[in-house]
């Protein structure tokens, strides 16, 4: 048992990623944990992916705006997509 958990746990971060995107581009704001889909990062890292973490950040800008951006900790257990198209949700 100890060692299919230490299997399964070296299995689940194959591949990791971090981005920051702005939500205003976004158009909706992520929670963790949950599933994203992942666009134009090639055919092997397109696809689906865990949602790790959220840090979400308000700054106000030099012109007096105001700007939200979110940076994401994604993660998955191998390379290539499973779906062949992302849904809009």
């Not at 100890?2 to 299997?7: I, K, L, P, R, V």
């Not at 746990?9 to 992942?38: I, K």
């Not at 397109?46 to 979400?56: I, K, T, W």
């Amino acid at each position: 048992a100890q060692a299919q958990a230490a299997t399964d746990a070296s299995t689940d971060h194959v591949v990791v990623g971090t981005c920051e995107v702005r939500v205003a581009r976004l158009g909706t704001v992520l929670t963790a944990p949950g599933v994203v889909g992942v666009r134009g990062a090639g055919r092997a890292y397109d696809g689906l992916y865990r949602l790790e973490s959220v840090v979400h950040r308000i700054d106000l800008t030099a012109d007096d705006t105001w700007d939200f951006t979110q940076s994401l900790t994604i993660a998955r257990e191998g390379l290539g997509a499973i779906t062949a198209t992302l849904e809009a949700s």
